[in-house]
């Protein structure tokens, strides 16, 4: 036999939510978001892109010692030079131009240009929202 309150429940009508329940709740979670978070956010995104725009000048320096320690220059004028040659020992000329290539100099380079592209994504896209909300920016 059933409990009192299992018929209880069986009896009770179940009320649906109003239809707009879930857009008033996100709409007031987005205005409720931090305005402070935001700008610090951006803030350090931004001092983050002129800093690896910065290491970026140095990194290419460091590359370009690298190339011209390593002879890296003289393996590819050889290869636009005289292709035959390069063409028969295609093996050795291939080990030779990996084990001169400057590695830590490229992986300078190319670690502080993916540092700036990504703090400069998330620079502009939090301008962007700051712009569009009324209470941080102007909404234009």
Known sequence: MKD???RLFEYLKS???PAELLNSILVSVKGRT?????????VVSGALSL????????SLLIAQSEISRSDFYQFLSLLLSDTN????FWKEFTLSLMESFPTLGMIAVLG?????LVS?????????TIMHQPRLGRNY
Request: proline share 5%; no cysteine.
């Open 4 to 6: 009192s309150h299992e």
């Open 120 to 128: 400069v994504r998330f620079f502009i896209r939090d301008m962007v």
């Open 51 to 58: 800093v690896a725009i910065t290491a970026l000048v140095p």
């Open 85 to 88: 040659t390069v063409m028969t």
């Open 112 to 116: 502080s240009v993916f540092v700036f």
């Open 15 to 17: 009320k649906e939510p």
């Open 34 to 42: 931090s305005s402070r978070v935001l700008i610090v956010r951006t």
